[in-house]
């Protein structure tokens, strides 16, 4: 998706007072396509390295070390330009993730912040969440607490007294090919899919320091 200054403008005011924003039809249906086909691939592959055991089994990070394309779509992706306007400074590229919540699959993520460690307060980071299927509700899509970003939380998950019932809870229900970026420091969470309806998305996290 193209953007004209003062549409980025518009949405790095809401981002800044939110910690968050939703860009629908951000990919085309060529991208989406492309973006699903590689990633259904890759994480096929990968998975058969997967300990099934672990909680987030459907989790996998640090596609852009297994796969050139997704290395490129780090380090030169037409997001790119987005991310660092919101961030206000040039990002580095981190990780790339897939995220898959299958149906009937009851574990989600529980209240967390992106950025951990002593530094936080300094760092910036943030990331772009895409979503290949529609992400409701009921199969699991990301919720923030709106505005949480201008705070400091303890490095636990989850943590401790958030409501997810708070009047600026905020659920991000998205269509496939919709966005949405994150400020690396909002807390964030998602539930079990208890839908009939897959919920699989590509995140590719970036950081830096303030310039």
Not at 128 to 139: E, G, Q
Request: aromatic content about 10%.
């Amino acid at each position: 998706m193209e953007m004209d200054k003062q549409s980025l403008n518009e949405i790095k005011k809401r981002y800044d007072e939110d910690g968050f924003v939703i860009l629908k039809n951000y990919l085309s249906h060529d991208q989406l396509t492309t973006l699903k086909e590689k990633a259904s691939e890759v994480a096929s592959r990968l998975m058969k390295d997967v300990d099934f055991k672990d909680k987030y089994h459907h989790v996998l990070k640090s596609l852009n070390r297994y796969d050139s394309w997704f290395k490129d779509q780090l380090d030169e992706g037409p997001h790119i330009p987005v991310i660092g306007h919101l961030m206000g400074c040039d990002p580095v590229g981190a990780s790339v993730a897939w995220f898959d919540r299958p149906i009937g699959d009851q574990v989600g993520i529980e209240p967390h912040t992106d950025l951990f460690g002593p530094d936080k307060r300094e760092k910036l980071g943030a990331t772009i969440w895409l979503s290949i299927d529609r992400a409701t509700r009921a199969n699991g899509c990301l919720s923030y607490l709106r505005g949480s970003h201008k705070k400091i939380y303890q490095d636990k998950i989850p943590i401790p007294g958030v409501d997810k019932n708070s009047s600026e809870a905020v659920f991000a229900e998205l269509e496939p090919g919709d966005a949405v970026i994150h400020d690396a420091r909002i807390v964030h969470w998602s539930e079990g899919n208890l839908s009939e309806f897959p919920r699989r998305a590509v995140s590719y996290f970036y950081f830096s320091k303030k310039i």
